[in-house]
């Protein structure tokens, strides 16, 4: 059956380092890859997508990259920030339908 | 800012009780979803609608109903809740030919 994993436990960095957060799947052939951030009690907010032909995708302080031979996308925000913390979901898209994972915490410590 | 809007916000009803959450859009999206989140868990697809009078069943069986009379509009229908259904109810649209959804708030429902 189709599977994502993203570390199931909170990741904590120090300020201004770079945070990188792993997504893994398995049974799947997206056509594109997104990622979204969530805070507590609210609803996800969108981030980026990168699609299946696509190495890598830059957004200010953000990039993702999607490796299609290993099933696996990485994200990283550089120069992290106390206000960078959240959970963040990876979601794979295909044929009229998105599949989320479960998310990682991240925490940036001042 | 997401225009996308999910009333209540809170909800604490008892067993039985039949209740709506509604959803409303203001951007024109043509799809809309419905999504059960418990803490800590992955957001499970209940229902989708590609349009007026178009309504699917999501992956998570749920008792759950729908209806898209309107293309604004999205009400999720329980007919008679229980403990069960306790959980998050996440709203979605996506813009036709779109793959970014845009979340409501989330109505965050009790049953007792």
């Known amino acids: 059956s189709q599977k994502i994993e993203q570390n199931s436990e909170a990741l904590n960095i120090q300020e201004g380092k770079t945070a990188t957060l792993t997504c893994n799947y398995t049974?799947?052939?997206?056509?594109?890859l997104q990622w979204y951030r969530q805070d507590p009690g609210r609803g996800p907010v969108f981030l980026l997508l990168?699609?299946?032909?696509?190495k890598e995708k830059r957004k200010e302080r953000l990039k993702v990259t999607f490796d299609t031979t290993l099933k696996q996308s990485l994200f990283h925000i550089t120069a992290s920030q106390p206000a960078d913390s959240a959970t963040y979901l990876c979601?794979?898209?295909?044929?009229?339908?998105?599949?989320f994972g479960t998310g990682t915490k991240l925490q940036v410590i001042p | 800012e997401a225009d996308i809007y999910q009333t209540p916000r809170y909800l604490v009803i008892g067993t039985g009780k039949k209740i709506t959450l509604e959803c409303s859009q203001t951007?024109?999206?043509?799809?809309m979803y419905w999504y059960q989140q418990d803490p800590g868990m992955e957001l499970h697809l209940i229902h989708y609608?590609?349009?007026?009078?178009?309504?699917e069943k999501g992956d998570l069986s749920s008792e759950s109903t729908v209806s898209r009379i309107r293309t604004e509009h999205f009400p999720l229908t329980l007919e008679s809740a229980r403990p069960s259904h306790t959980s998050q109810y996440l709203c979605?649209?996506?813009?036709?030919?779109?793959?970014?959804?845009?979340f409501g708030p989330g109505t965050r429902l009790t049953v007792l």
């Open positions: 979605a649209s996506t813009a036709a030919g779109g793959h970014e959804q845009f």
């Open positions: 049974n799947y052939s997206p056509a594109y």
């Open positions: 990168i699609r299946e032909n696509e």
């Open positions: 979601a794979l898209g295909g044929y009229q339908k998105v599949t």
């Open positions: 951007m024109g999206h043509d799809k």
């Open positions: 609608s590609y349009g007026v009078n178009s309504t």
